[in-house]
């Protein structure tokens, strides 16, 4: 049995892969921001409004 041959227009394999990396990239972009204003918050003493505003 030899290597397994796809097809050339494989379009829908495509699509799905990048949906999943736009969705990776919002996810991790949200993470960053909510980190980022944790971090601004515990500095400056602005509990929890700075988180909030880097979440969103």
């Known amino acids: 049995m030899g290597p397994v041959k796809y097809k050339r227009d494989s379009g829908w394999l495509k699509r ?11 996810v991790i972009a949200t993470m960053i921001g909510f980190a980022l204003g944790y971090y601004l918050d515990t500095r400056f003493g602005t ?8 979440f969103l």
């Open 16 to 26: 799905i892969i990048s949906l999943s990396a736009l969705g990776m990239t919002l």
């Open 47 to 54: 509990k929890p409004w700075l988180s909030l505003a880097f």
